[in-house]
C-alpha cells in the first residue's frame, strides 16, 4: 500500500504522452523567446545584429542541439504549421503595423508605396519564374512543372523588410522609412494573393488580355480588402465612442478593439478577400480614430500590447524558422549534389538580386518624375537602400514554400525537397549575411541618420507643435534633393510664404491640397461621428488612472 | 479563358476545407465574444446579470442557432479541448488573479483560505463522493465504479466563485473578498490536483495511514509548487532589475514579464506540480517585486493586458460551456428518461449544497475561534455568502468531467453521458439561477456595500497614505463583530495608543509584529536584489513617454 502510494507521487500524470509532448514544445519555445530576449537585448548596441538575426542563430542552436540529442533522427519541434503562421502569428504583426504607421508620410508616399509593392512584385514574380525555369531545367531539374516555378516565382518576391526597418530612423529619414515599410506590408499582401491565384489557376498560356484581366481582379481585390478593413476601424471607433466602455472597464475597451481587428482579418480571409491588407488598413483607421476614444490607461496598454504582441510573434517566427532549418528529412530526401544544391542557390540569390533591381531603379525613376515635389523624390542612396532593404527573404516565404511544396509538412519528391531546402538556404543566408551587413551598410550610405546608440518609445518626440502649416525657415528646401534635408516631412514654407515658383511647387502645393481636403472631411463628417484627436467624452467625471499601485491598494505599505 | 478567369476570382482558395472550417470556428467564438463584451457592458448596471451569466446564455442561444441551422446534427463548432483550457485559457486566469490580489489581504487570512480551500476540498469531495455512490446506485446507474465516484467527488468539489466575486467590493468588504478570492485559487488548485490522483491511483481501500501519505504529499506538492512560483517571480525580478529592458524598449520588458509567468507555469505541469499554485504565487511575486521594476508605461500595459487577457479567457470559457450544453450527441447517448434524469440532478445540486455547508461553517467556526482578531473573524452572513459564493460550479468542474469520461470528446457508454450531461446541467443552472441571485442576495446580507453603480479601475483608491502604522481614530472598533467596520483592512490604533486588553489584542498585535518581521527581511535583503516599490533606476535619464500620441507623430496634424 505504502508503495503503491508513493507510486502515486511519481507517476502523477495529467495527460497522455502525446500532451505531455505538445506541453514540452511550448515550453521550448517559450523558454527560447525568453532567452531571445535577454539576448536581443544585450546586443541591441552591436553594430553587426539585431533581434531577427539573434532569433534565427538561436533556431539554428537549438536546432542542432535537437538534432544531437535525437542522434539525427529528428531536428525540429514543432512541424511548421502554414496555419498557425497565417492565422495566429501574421495577424497581430500587420495589425501593429497598420496601427504604428506615420499615416502623414504613408498617404503623402501612396503611390510610390503602391508602385513597388504591386507592379515591383510583378516585375520580380516574372524575372524570378521566368529565370528559375529556364535556368533549373538546364541544371537538372525536371520534376517541375509551370505550375512550381510561378508558385516559386510568387516565393521568392515576398520580401522581409524587418532587419532594414529595425537600423532606420523613422524620424531622421521619414520618406524612405515610409517607403521601406510600406512597400513591406503592401508586398506581403500582394505575395500572398499572387501566390494564391498561382494555386488556384494554370497559367498554361498567358495572354495580353488575361493578364488584364488578372489585373482587374487583383484591384478588385485590393479596393474590396481596404474598404473592409477601414469599415471594420470605423466600426470599432464607433462602438467604442458611443457605448464608453471606459466606465465601467477600460479592459473591455482593450478587449474589443484587439478582437474587432483580429475578426477582421480572419473575415477578410474567409471572404477570399487579402487579409493583410484589410487588417493594415484596419490598424491606420483604430489609431486614427479609436485609439483616440478610449481612456488615457487603455492608450498606453493597447500601444504597447499591440507592438509586444507584434515583437513575440515575429520572434517566434524567427526561431522557428531557425530550427526549421536543420529538417534532415528534407535534406536527406533532397538527393543533391553540393555542387548542384550551390549551383541552385546562386541562381535563385541572383535572380534575387537582379529581380529587385529590375524595379527599383526604373520605379524609382518613374516615381521621381511623376512627383515633382523634392520632399518626395527619392535620391540615389535611398534607392540602393530600398532595393538593399527587399533583399531578404522571411517567414512568409517560408510559410508559401511550405505550403506549395509539403503535405503536412513532408515532401512528395526529391525536387520538391531541394526547392524547400533551397528556400530554407536563402532566407538563411539573405537575414544572416545580408543582414548583418545592414547596419554597416546604412551607416555608410546614410552617416548622419543611424539609429542613435539607444532608441526608447519614450524618446522625445519630434517637436509635436510643428504642423503642416506653421512656418520653418529653411532657405535652401526647394530645389534640395538630399534626402538629408527632409525633416520630419514637414512641408516647408519659406520665409512665411508659400513660393510656387515652377509647377514643382505647384504640385507640391496641391499634395497638402489634398490634404487639407481631408482635414476638413475629417473634421467636419468623421470625427464627429467616430471620435479621434481631441475626442472628450461628455461625462461629469474624467477618469483618471494612478498608475503608482497596480490595484489601487489601500495600503502603501505591503 | 475569360470565364476560367472569372472562375478564378471566385474560386481563390487558400486553405483546404479542412482549414477553413477552423476558421469559420474561431470567427464565431470571435464574434460572439465582441457581442458579449458589448452586451455585458450594457448590462453592467442590472441587477440580475453579470458577464459570466451573459456568456454562458449568448453560448447556449448560438448552440441552439447552430443546431437549428444543422438540423440537429451538429450542436457545437468547437470540440472542447481540455487542452486548450489547462494550456491555453486557465494560466492567464490564475495568473491575474494572483498579481491582482490584495497580498496584505490575502497572507493575513491565509490559514483561513487554506483550510476552506483545501480541507474543505476534501470534505465537500467525501460527502459527493460518498453521497453519489449510494444514491445513484439505488437510482439504477450501475456501471460507473468506485474510481468514477471519486472523480466525480472531485469534479463538483471544484467551485467557480466568479460571479460572487463580481458583485462583491473588495474595498468595502476586504476580507469577505479575500475568503472568496483566495479560496477559489486554492480550491482551483486542491482539486486539480485531487482529480489527478484519483485518476491514477485506484482507491480500493481507503486506510488512515493511506490518508495521512495522501495528505503528506499534498502538502509536499503544495509547498514544492509554491516554492516554485514564487522562485520564478523573483528570477523575473531580477533580470528585469538587472538588464534594465526599459532602457531599449518597453515591449521587451512586458514580453519577458509575460513568457516567464507562463514559462512557470507549463514547468510546474511538466514537474508534476501544481501549475495553479506555481503561476499564483509567481502573479503575487510579480506584482511585488517585478512590477516595480519595469518602466511606467510597462506598468500600465502590463496591468491592464494581464486583465484583459483573463477577462478574454474566462468569457470564451463561458461561452463555450453555454455553446457545448447543447452537444445533442451525449444527450442521445444518455438514454435517461427525464425523471431519472431530474432526479439524479437533484442528488447532485443537493449534495453540493450539504457538502458546501458541512465545511464553511464548521471550518468558520474553527478559524474565528483560533483567530481571535475581530477583524479577521467571519460573521454569519459572511458565512452565508462564503456558501453561496461555492455553490457555482464552472469550466474547471466540466474540464475535469470531460477528461475523466470523454475520450477525444466522445463519451463511451450511457452512464458516461449522463454524467456528462448532468455535469453541463449543473453547471449550467448553478451559474445562471444561483448566479442571477447572487446580487439581490448580497444586496439583502449587505445592504451598505453593494457595488456603486459604476465600477472603474480608475475609482480613485482608497486613500493611500493610509498605512498599516498610521493613526486612524475609530471608538468602537475592539470587539467589533460586524464586518460593517472593516474598512480597507487597517490595523486600527485607537486614539494614538494600541490598546492590548486581551489576548485578543495581542494576538491582533502579533499579526502585524508578522507583518514587522517581514518587511523589515523585505526591505533589508530582498528589495536591494530584486527591486520593488520604490525601485529607482540609476540611469541618467529617466524614460518618459509622452502618450498623447501613438507613436510620436512628428505631425500633430494629421
Known amino acids: 500500500m505504502l508503495m503503491l502510494?508513493?507510486?502515486?507521487?511519481?507517476?502523477?500524470?495529467?495527460?497522455?504522452?502525446?500532451?505531455?509532448?505538445?506541453?514540452?514544445?511550448?515550453?521550448?519555445?517559450?523558454?527560447?523567446?525568453?532567452?531571445?530576449?535577454?539576448?536581443?537585448?544585450?546586443l541591441e548596441e552591436n553594430r553587426w545584429m539585431n533581434e531577427s538575426i539573434t532569433a534565427l542563430l538561436l533556431g539554428l542552436c537549438s536546432g542542432v542541439v535537437v538534432l544531437l540529442a535525437s542522434k539525427g533522427r529528428n531536428s525540429h519541434i514543432l512541424q511548421f504549421d502554414e496555419e498557425l503562421f497565417f492565422i495566429y502569428l501574421l495577424p497581430p504583426i500587420i495589425f501593429n503595423a497598420g496601427f504604428q504607421v506615420k499615416k502623414k508620410e504613408f498617404f503623402r508616399n501612396f503611390m510610390a508605396i503602391m508602385l513597388f509593392g504591386v507592379v515591383g512584385v510583378f516585375i520580380s514574380f516574372g524575372i524570378i519564374t521566368a529565370g528559375t525555369r529556364y535556368l533549373f531545367t538546364k541544371m537538372g531539374l525536371k520534376h517541375l512543372s509551370m505550375w512550381d516555378y510561378l508558385a516559386i516565382g510568387t516565393i521568392f518576391s515576398a520580401t522581409d523588410s524587418v532587419c532594414t526597418l529595425q537600423v532606420l530612423n523613422q524620424d531622421d529619414t521619414p520618406l524612405l522609412y515610409s517607403l521601406v515599410f510600406g512597400e513591406g506590408v503592401v508586398n506581403d499582401a500582394t505575395s500572398v494573393v499572387l501566390f494564391r491565384a498561382v494555386q488556384n489557376y494554370n497559367f498554361d498560356a498567358y495572354t495580353a488580355v488575361e493578364a488584364l484581366d488578372v489585373a482587374g481582379n487583383f484591384l478588385y481585390l485590393f479596393f474590396t480588402s481596404t474598404v473592409f478593413g477601414v469599415s471594420a476601424g470605423l466600426l470599432s471607433a464607433y462602438i467604442i465612442k458611443t457605448l464608453y466602455f471606459g466606465r465601467h472597464s477600460t479592459d473591455r475597451e482593450i478587449a474589443i478593439m484587439t478582437l474587432?481587428?483580429?475578426?477582421?482579418?480572419?473575415?477578410?480571409?474567409?471572404?477570399?478577400?487579402?487579409?493583410?491588407?484589410?487588417?493594415?488598413?484596419?490598424?491606420?483607421?483604430?489609431?486614427?480614430y479609436t485609439w483616440h476614444n478610449v481612456t488615457e490607461a487603455s492608450r498606453i496598454a493597447t500601444k504597447h500590447s499591440f507592438a509586444t504582441m507584434s515583437f513575440i510573434a515575429e520572434t517566434f517566427i524567427f526561431l522557428y524558422v531557425g530550427m526549421d532549418a536543420l529538417d534532415v528529412d528534407k535534406w536527406r530526401m533532397s538527393k543533391t549534389s553540393v555542387g548542384e544544391f550551390l549551383g541552385r542557390f546562386g541562381i535563385l540569390l541572383l535572380l534575387v538580386l537582379v529581380g529587385r533591381a529590375a524595379f527599383v531603379f526604373p520605379l524609382s525613376a518613374l516615381s521621381n518624375y511623376w512627383t515633382k515635389s523634392p520632399t518626395t523624390k527619392i535620391s540615389l542612396r535611398h534607392q540602393v537602400i530600398i532595393w538593399w532593404a527587399g533583399l531578404m527573404r522571411g517567414a512568409v516565404s517560408i510559410a508559401l514554400a511550405f505550403n506549395q511544396f509539403t503535405e503536412g509538412g513532408r515532401t512528395g519528391s526529391s525536387d520538391e525537397a531541394t526547392v524547400i531546402t533551397t528556400t530554407i538556404t536563402?532566407?538563411?543566408?539573405?537575414?544572416?549575411?545580408?543582414?548583418?551587413?545592414?547596419?554597416?551598410?546604412?551607416?555608410?550610405?546614410?552617416?548622419?541618420?543611424?539609429?542613435?546608440?539607444?532608441?526608447?518609445?519614450?524618446?522625445?518626440?519630434?517637436?509635436?507643435?510643428?504642423?503642416?502649416?506653421?512656418?520653418?525657415?529653411?532657405?535652401?528646401?526647394?530645389?534640395?534633393?538630399?534626402?538629408?534635408?527632409?525633416?520630419?516631412?514637414?512641408?516647408?514654407?519659406?520665409?512665411?510664404?508659400?513660393?510656387?515658383?515652377s509647377i514643382t511647387a505647384l504640385l507640391g502645393a496641391s499634395t497638402s491640397g489634398i490634404h487639407r481636403v481631408w482635414r476638413n472631411f475629417d473634421d467636419a463628417h468623421m470625427r464627429p461621428l467616430f471620435g479621434g484627436r481631441g475626442f472628450v467624452r461628455q461625462v461629469s467625471r474624467r477618469p483618471t488612472i494612478p498608475e503608482d499601485e497596480p490595484f489601487e491598494d489601500s495600503n502603501s505599505e505591503e
Chains 1, 2 share one sequence.
Open 5 to 42: 502510494l508513493s507510486t502515486l507521487v511519481l507517476t502523477i500524470q495529467t495527460w497522455s504522452t502525446l500532451d505531455r509532448l505538445h506541453v514540452i514544445e511550448i515550453v521550448v519555445f517559450v523558454s527560447l523567446l525568453c532567452l531571445c530576449i535577454i539576448l536581443g537585448h544585450l
Open 260 to 288: 474587432m481587428a483580429y475578426l477582421s482579418y480572419l473575415l477578410a480571409e474567409l471572404c477570399y478577400l487579402s487579409g493583410i491588407l484589410t487588417v493594415f488598413f484596419c490598424g491606420i483607421v483604430m489609431s486614427h
Open 426 to 501: 536563402i532566407v538563411l543566408f539573405s537575414t544572416i549575411v545580408f543582414g548583418t551587413a545592414t547596419k554597416p551598410l546604412i551607416g555608410w550610405l546614410l552617416p548622419a541618420h543611424l539609429k542613435p546608440l539607444y532608441h526608447e518609445d519614450s524618446d522625445p518626440p519630434s517637436p509635436k507643435d510643428i504642423s503642416v502649416d506653421s512656418d520653418i525657415h529653411v532657405p535652401l528646401l526647394l530645389g534640395a534633393s538630399e534626402a538629408d534635408q527632409e525633416h520630419n516631412g514637414v512641408n516647408f514654407i519659406i520665409n512665411g510664404l508659400r513660393r510656387p515658383s
